[in-house]
């Protein structure tokens, strides 16, 4: 299968493997309408509470397989799912508070579909889909949303946290329980009779409107796939991708695959997105839309970890143990031949809400059911993350170290070491063949106390930032973004802009995984993803400079992510220092402020820190940070 953050994101696989910029108006100008928005907000999240989604469990009874695992949610312990959570038989039974979300789901659905048919109506088309996909409305993904539709999106699953969106793909298996039993180890089968749970991320609606509003090419965003006779093909044509020729080859059989919908769909790009802050690493995404009976491509392993969600449609899976496949594959395999094919270990239809995982070098194929079309979406993760790429940055900066360090590894070789070590020289002189041995052996040894361990980090972390899709941000973060923000409505200066960087000031990164401290000779470099393109490497690696004695004030404050920080709390040698510092990395978008507390306080001085004694007698600085007294104010940054 393909690369798909590699054309952007991440998954490198087959059948495994910009954005709407919205706009919302500035905050409230007085406490009273504050303290109002932030009352109606928890009232919201009251509501959405109340809409947890319906799991009904499929009527056929999971088959047992061996050494891949399938999970019913109907099968699963009554203590991991809560009784507000299950469907009971018949509709009298049915709990009146599983009545009225199910109400107020329909009820907020009709208002949200007449908010976006009466904003959205000139960028908005209808087209007739081929091979009995479902006609739907198509909405550029450059139109400007209203603040009703930004409500509605915030009730979409992938707009919460990074560790409550994995929840949520992988329910009811816990991630604890994931990452002990599965994850590396072998792959999970969850069923679902639940069509709603992935619903909205991403339609093959979605597919024909990108196809039709931007510039796509073959090989780099689109990829056209067949699989007949045992013979995969990629028919790509020339140039330009259109709609006609796209649908007439999807009409002949041919799988569409999207290299990148992240770049296109604003809710795949903020899944990938909160998925990278929850593994730290490199996410990609790649999109399946296969025609009835039809099989795309050939059975394969690939080099990622790969979650499928179905979306539409059913897609029959043989997933296989193969003995002969490397296990925690490091690269994709060219495609295998039936006849090499073991036992499948699970042999199973996915249907909309169903999810797959298997780990990096399990072969699969998969190939859509008679009477329906198949869409899915593969999320992958962790290619090429291992120790072995950790130590290819670790060993070459060792010996480097030694080199200059150890005489040791200067000195020259033996005289004449070729006559007695090579492959056909090991029967010429044992004797100085083993000592020749035992000395690298000892150099090996004596490299491992030249490690520069976090160097070698630091260098994944920067290459790991290039491939990354830059941060999806919500609205309330582009508002409290240097970038995006140039007005600002308050109290205190109405309609200016926003204030200058003072000591009270309060700052946060603005996303744990976004922006790395390096150390490169005598200056500190902040490499970040902000300014990443949404193709794959469209950009140069992004860092921003600084001078070396600035590196106090950068590390303390790209690892203060979890909540704000003051500015006169951090280390430097002046105000003026720590405002220049948190200047330059907001103006970058790399951080976001919060200006309720930023008043003038002639009082505040960096004089006022407080200051304890720690018990090896060494000044110890104490970050005394206020307590927010309005809750639900605090919650509201969290999404």
């Avoid at 300014?531 to 690696?541: L, Q, T």
Wanted: contains cysteine.
């Amino acid at each position: 299968m393909s690369d798909s953050r590699k054309p952007l994101g991440g998954a490198i696989g087959g059948e495994a493997d910009k954005p709407a910029t919205t706009a919302v108006p500035t905050g409230p100008s007085s406490k009273d309408s504050k303290y109002n928005q932030r009352k109606q907000k928890k009232k919201q999240r009251k509501r959405r509470k109340q809409l947890v989604p319906v799991v009904e469990p499929h009527t056929a009874k999971p088959t047992p397989v061996a050494n891949g695992e399938e999970v019913d949610v109907a099968s699963a312990n009554s203590t991991t799912l809560p009784s507000y959570m299950v469907k009971h038989d018949g509709d009298d039974d049915e709990q009146p508070s599983i009545k009225r979300s199910k109400a107020n789901a329909k009820k907020k659905q009709s208002t949200w579909d007449k908010a976006t048919d009466a904003e959205e109506g000139a960028a908005t088309s209808t087209h007739s889909l081929p091979g009995g996909l479902i006609p739907s409305t198509v909405v550029d993904a450059a139109t400007v949303r209203s603040t009703a539709n930004v409500h509605h999106e915030q009730m979409k699953w992938w707009n919460n946290c990074p560790a409550d969106v994995f929840a949520h793909m992988i329910a009811p298996i816990t991630p604890e329980q994931f990452f002990s039993e599965y994850w590396e180890k072998k792959p999970l089968l969850i069923r679902r009779k639940s069509a709603h749970h992935y619903k909205s991320l991403f339609t093959s609606s979605v597919i024909d409107g990108i196809i039709r509003h931007n510039y796509l090419k073959y090989g780099v965003n689109i990829d056209l796939a067949r699989y007949e006779n045992f013979e995969r093909t990629t028919p790509n044509p020339e140039g330009r991708v259109t709609p006609q020729v796209v649908w007439a080859m999807f009409e002949d059989g041919c799988s569409v695959r999207m290299l990148n919908p992240q770049t296109f769909h604003k809710p795949v790009w903020k899944l990938t997105s909160t998925l990278q802050e929850y593994f730290g690493c490199m996410v990609g995404v790649n999109s399946y839309l296969t025609p009835k009976g039809c099989q795309g491509f050939a059975p394969h392993y690939d080099d990622i970890e790969a979650f499928v969600l179905q979306l539409e449609g059913e897609k029959h899976w043989l997933v296989y143990d193969q003995p002969d496949a490397p296990r925690l594959a490091r690269h994709s395999s060219a495609n295998l031949s039936h006849e090499t094919l073991a036992q499948p270990i699970l042999d199973v239809v996915l249907r909309p809400g169903d999810l797959l995982y298997f780990p990096r070098g399990i072969v699969h194929q998969a190939k859509s059911v008679p009477d329906k079309h198949s869409l899915h979406i593969t999320a992958s993760t962790y290619q090429l993350f291992d120790w072995t790429q950790y130590l290819e940055k670790l060993v070459p900066g060792a010996l480097a170290i030694a080199s200059a360090e150890d005489v040791s590894f200067r000195q020259g070789l033996p005289l004449n070491v070729m006559d007695y070590v090579g492959i056909s020289k090991t029967e010429e002189d044992p004797t100085k063949r083993e000592k020749f041995i035992k000395t690298a052996k000892r150099l090996l040894t004596t490299l491992v106390e030249h490690a520069p361990f976090d160097e070698a980090m630091d260098q994944l972390a920067v290459d790991n930032l290039h491939n990354s899709m830059p941060p999806c941000l919500t609205e309330q973060e582009k508002l409290e973004s240097g970038r995006i923000r140039t007005a600002r409505d308050s109290k205190h200066n109405p309609r200016q802009s926003i204030p200058p960087v003072s000591v009270a000031t309060l700052v946060k990164p603005i996303r744990k995984y976004c922006a790395r401290l390096v150390i490169e000779g005598d200056v500190a470099l902040v490499y970040h993803s902000y300014d990443n393109g949404m193709y794959w490497h469209a950009e140069e690696p992004q860092s921003i400079q600084f001078s070396l004695e600035h590196a106090p004030i950068l590390d303390a404050l790209l690892n203060a992510h979890e909540m704000f920080t003051r500015v006169g709390n951090l280390p430097g040698e002046s105000d003026e220092e720590r405002c220049d510092v948190v200047t330059a990395l907001f103006d970058a978008g790399l951080l976001l402020r919060d200006d309720d507390d930023d008043e003038d306080d002639p009082d505040f001085t960096t004089s006022s820190r407080k200051v304890m004694t720690d018990s090896d007698g060494q000044d110890e600085e104490v970050i005394m940070e206020e307590a927010n007294e309005d809750e639900d104010y605090a919650e509201d940054g969290d999404e």
